[in-house]
């Protein structure tokens, strides 16, 4: 018994090295995961997919997809998975981990990179690299998905426009047969300057159990 | 020789009021024979004054900024307080006493609404609750923080005997430090606008100082309350009572603005068919809540702020574009002019003997500790925050968060409320509180620049809005939300998706118009205000080029064959034939393009639609309608001739005008023979002769002399551009008006997307997002054509345009 706690430990402890965690917010993430897998060792699409509050959001499936994507969990694979442990959901969700006071530049600087890194990739989802025109329209179909009657071809015509914005910043001069393939990671960088994407791309883990989420899993 | 001007302004107030006595005594007098002239200066002084002083305030700014030099280094305010001294001491010079100083009344009733409304209404909304955690703190405790340690200061310092013979109670003291612990919005605003520093220490900033401006009203009220009722009577019932009305006063005061908001929101609803007032009920309401929540004594400024918040999106939504800026202009014609007037009347309140009583201790121990008090305050408070902020407040904003800790004009009116009764060293106060001021309006404002340029403060990125950030930014939003769905945590993500689900839910359901309602998608405003901005562009750049041709050509050629196909095809047997020659001319595009739907939405009925048609294409064809001036008289309508007859004849005899004038030209021969030249499928050569039939047909309107354009705005609708106009129904061509029907040569699937091709050309570089496609989509543009290498201008020679029609 006892030994089996020490050995749950050292196991978060392992955790808590790679991605960055304290031990109670692995805890916590640890007592999601079981809820939302119904108490089995590993997770997938569907469990993900139930989650009530997630209906409403137009970017769903993409999401989801990115926690079975190899990419996002630090292995150099590439490739989709069918169901993931928790090892790999905690690297997912790390993406999202604020950085602290202690942090620094260079620190925040990869933390930067990761997270824009993550977001490219769940844009680019046939991983070569860009980001096409068909896997943009693809992200903006979904996006007003939820918006009603603005229909398919608005969505196209967005991420068309959009897509031209890109290309012209990035490539001034194009020559008239010239062909702009698709968003590469580094253009992506320079578009989302703007944004201050690491400032603001954190989501606060709790360090205590909240009774929400105790809420949560009695419902369950 | 602009202060020549104003000393001449000033020469004729000050003379003007000399002259008072004698018409007073004029009118004594009996009348003995109608005099034909008088001189009844008492009749208007007073609105002649205030509209003076507004005049003389306004040109002072224009003066100031006609030197951009100087206002680079020294902020516009300190430039305004400076200007106030100097006319200021012109005033005293001539009356020997100050006439004019900025009374409370003046100043809360007529001069501050509008500034807080202002800074409501633009209130970026999202930041400002993001961030709202933080701000209340800095706002209230802040605030209560300053004003307990600057009174407990003084009074110390003054037992201490650092004042000399100065006796002030505690009280008195407290009173004085709630007066002069807010931050104020307007220099805040006015500094800070110039800085351009981040997002998050902006709002943090200026969030703050509109709201510790309602709590140090507050604050104010209840120290006075106190005072008034002597020190031996407070006890804890009565100290309790001041801690909940603050709490009553302050959040009242915010509901009362809410309710007012929502209220206008809920009117802009209905008023679509008294669009000329519409701007109007957000001003009239927005002072009303201003004036409600004074009436119950809740937070006046507080109220009108929320009130400004609450409604902005909801009106920005229902009411019609145009009116959208109106409201928009007015508030900052309103809040600047105020602004102006309070900072140059800060300066002339302070060129009176009577006010200064000077005593050296109480001025500097002040100013040293507001200066000394804030940083401490903004430390603490921040070290508190920083726990539970996900991105802590670095230390260098900090420091400029309390360096930018400007006090204004609210403490200089609280100050002159005073009672002098009770507090005998008024005098010294209002002194001391304008010292404040100018020492952090003008000493702070000057150097404000210079300090964060040095700590290398993070600037806020000037970009321009590009549609693929708002896109990524979404996106980004959501998968946050997913995010905390998913690991099951409740932040302020979360909570922020739940208020927007409810607020799509209901509050969009009771105050938005059900058209307002289907355009509210974000990203899709953004690409239509871009879709716009493209449009205008065009245009200009067109007529920079010296022509509008190129926006018509295609245009015009439909409208040839099309609306008059059936009626004149008699007419120009040759032309319709050539025209139909060509499948690639003929071809609609039958997949309805994005911004169309736009339009669709705004329009009601093909019925309007027709008449926008109509009214476009008088526009075009330079063709007065004698209606069209009818707006300068009408109160009530700005909308131009929609009478759908009169439109329709006018139209049809413009029409056989152009006929009549291209027959005869076609008679004329050389025109005639560069047409047969060019009527082939080839498109370069096909555009040639819709120039030149174009060119004839213009030619006779334009010599006319003005040339015609004008950017149609249709409630909510934005410019219809040819560009992106919708074919509304392929097979019934008497529908599509010409400029709505567009060649598409290449009649791909990928045709909706005006604002972009899958396959991107090259592009002229000031028109990127535009003009591409329509290269793209259309080779036959004169865009093409005018970045075409010169190996294609020995095509452009026009044919000889034929002579004006002689009833022009």
Known sequence: ?220 | MTSAHLLLLICLISGVTSVKGDVALLHQEVITGISIVTFKWNHVKTPYLVALWILVAVLAKLVIESFPSVTNVIPESALLICFGWILGGIIWAADLQQTFSLTPTVFFYFLLPQIILDAGYSMPNKLFFTNLGGILLYAILGTVWCAATLGLSLWGCQAGGAMGALDIGLLQYLLFGSLIAAVDPVAVLAVFEQVHVNEVLFIMVFGESLLNDGVTVVLFNVFDAFVKLGGPRINAVEIIKGIISFFVVAFGGSLVGLAFGLLVSLLSKYTKNIQIIEPGFIFVLGYLSYLTADMLSLSAILSVTFCGVSCQKYLNSNMAESSVNTVRYVMKVFANGSETIIFVFLGISAIDKTIWVWNTGFVLLTLFFTLVYRFIGTFIQTWWLNQYRLVPIAFIDQLIMSYGGLRGAVAYGLATMLDDQRIKEKKLMIGTTLIVVYFTVILQGVTMKPFVTWLKVKRAAVAEVTLIEKVQNKVFEHSLVAIEDISGQIGDNYLRGKWKIFEEKWMSRFLLTSEARKKQDYIFNVFHQLNLKDAVDYVDEGERRGSLEFVRNESAFINFKKKLGDEFSEVLPDIMAAASDDPDAMRRDPVSSVSLQMHEKTMQGTRETEDIDAHHLLQQHLYKGRKQHLHRYSRNHLDINTDDNEVQEIFQRTMRNRLESFKSAKMGLAPAKTITKHTKKDQQQKVIFIYSIEYMGYYTIASGGSFPFRVNYKAGAGIENPTFMPDPDPMAPMQIPPWQAEDEPDGSTVSPSQRAQVRLPWTPTNLRRLAPLRISTQSTDSFAQADTPASQEKDKKWPPPPPPPSDK
Do not use: W
Not at chain 1, 64 to 82: M, Y
Not at chain 1, 158 to 175: G, K, R
């Open chain 1, 1 to 220: 018994m006892g030994a089996s706690q020490t050995r749950t430990e050292h196991k978060y402890q392992d955790l808590a090295d790679k991605t960055g965690f304290s031990l109670e917010q692995i805890e916590n993430l640890h007592k999601r995961f079981q809820q939302l897998s119904n108490n089995e060792e590993t997770i997938n699409r569907e469990h993900l997919d139930s989650i009530p509050s997630l209906a409403n959001n137009p970017i769903r499936k993409q999401i989801i997809e990115a926690f079975f994507d190899k990419r996002n969990q630090h292995q150099d694979e590439v490739g989709s998975c069918e169901e993931i442990g928790f090892e790999q959901f905690l690297m997912v969700m790390s993406h999202f981990r604020p950085p602290s006071l202690k942090t620094t530049e260079e620190e925040k600087e990869a933390m930067r990179k990761e997270k824009l890194r993550f977001l490219f990739n769940m844009h680019d989802t046939d991983n070569d690299g860009t980001i096409t025109l068909v896997e943009y329209r693809k992200v903006v179909e979904e996006l007003l998905s939820k918006s009603g009657d603005i229909g398919q071809e608005a969505a196209k015509a967005i991420a068309d426009a959009a897509m031209l914005e890109v290309a012209s910043t990035n490539v001034p001069h194009m020559d008239p047969d010239d062909f702009y393939e698709g968003i590469t990671f580094e253009h992506f960088e320079q578009i989302l300057k703007g944004l201050e994407m690491e400032t603001r791309m954190y989501i606060r883990f709790l360090d205590v159990e909240t009774p929400t989420l105790r809420c949560g899993k009695s419902t369950s």
